[in-house]
């Protein structure tokens, strides 16, 4: 079995854009600039964007941390949107996710200039993701096909099972890995909670991805040997043990699973770096215009 170790590839990642950065700034005195916004106090929400924003830091980027309050309006966001979108010094942007219930999430992401939109959520950039055309990917399923890339495991004419049909991850997902290019070329069957029979079909699958966000719902007995397995699961579970009060649990058994695994992303450690390394990649990008 071979861990896919996200945390060593991201930091490989974070290295190679931390090179292209210095170059981009003799060359052309650029610096690519991130900016985030988050809308409350969600604990772990705060971990991740706190999480983003350190990551630019190590890479030689400029970063700017936007924090509104839970009780913040639709309009008050959509203001804050616009500024960062005119902002000439911004080059992407992102609004972390989930947003509180009285606002309108479509609105929001709706609202972001498609060039800047470095977590790829636009519809504009959904499309042209879903048409094969060059544009941002959202940062965890591009994330995932670096991980597969980076450690060779081959995609082309694989059964493919996604569990979960999120917007942000298990829709794109199945789209990618079913398109032609480098990563890809797969026959891929997304599941959900209305699918029947569902250890059947991850039984007949090369490759899972998991992303459900229920813990350790994959279990060995519903895959065959040799499968790659890719939890993206990340759930907190109380812990009186840990010093954080939980601990992170991913939608796989890792215990049992890994003894029937090829491959295997842990967790924490996966699939979660990869997603920090990929949304800085996408603002390299935004900063650079390479597309
Ligand atoms: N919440 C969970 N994942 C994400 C992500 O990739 N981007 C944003 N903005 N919010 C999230």
Redesign the pocket.
């Known amino acids: 079995m071979t861990l896919l170790d996200g945390k060593k590839t991201s930091a490989d990642i974070k290295e190679e854009i931390a090179l292209e950065v210095s170059e981009l700034k003799r060359r052309e005195q650029k610096t690519p600039h991130l900016a985030a916004v988050i809308v409350g106090n969600d604990g772990a929400?705060l971990t991740?964007v706190n999480a983003k924003v350190k990551a630019c830091e190590r890479v030689g980027f400029e970063s700017t941390l936007i924090r509104l309050p839970e009780n913040t309006t639709e309009d008050d966001l959509l203001n804050e949107i616009n500024i960062l979108n005119i902002d000439k010094d911004v080059d992407g942007f992102?609004?972390?996710?989930?947003l509180p219930k009285h606002i309108d999430e479509q609105k929001i992401l709706m609202a972001v200039d498609p060039d800047k939109d470095v977590?790829g959520?636009h519809p504009t950039n959904v499309g042209k993701m879903a048409l094969n055309l060059p544009t941002f990917i959202?940062?965890?399923p591009s994330g995932i096909l670096e991980l597969l890339d980076r450690y060779n495991v081959e995609t082309s004419g694989k059964n493919v099972v996604v569990l979960g049909r999120s917007h942000?991850v298990g829709s794109p997902m199945s789209i990618l890995l079913s398109q032609k290019r480098k990563v890809g070329n797969a026959t891929v069957t997304l599941c959900h909670s209305r699918t029947k029979n569902l250890a059947e079909i991850t039984k007949t699958a090369d490759i899972i991805v998991a992303a459900l966000g229920i813990p350790e719902f994959l279990k060995a007995d519903m895959v065959k040997d040799n499968v790659t397995v890719i939890d993206v699961g990340i759930t907190r579970v109380a812990d009186s043990n840990k010093k954080s009060g939980f601990r992170l649990v991913g939608d796989v058994d890792f215990e049992g699973v890994s003894k029937k695994a090829a491959f295997i992303t842990p967790v924490p450690g996966g699939v979660g770096p990869m997603?920090i390394a990929m949304?800085l990649k996408n603002t390299l990008l935004a900063c650079s215009r390479k597309f």
């Open positions: 929400s991740y992102i609004v972390q996710l989930p977590d959520f959202s940062a965890t942000i997603t949304l």
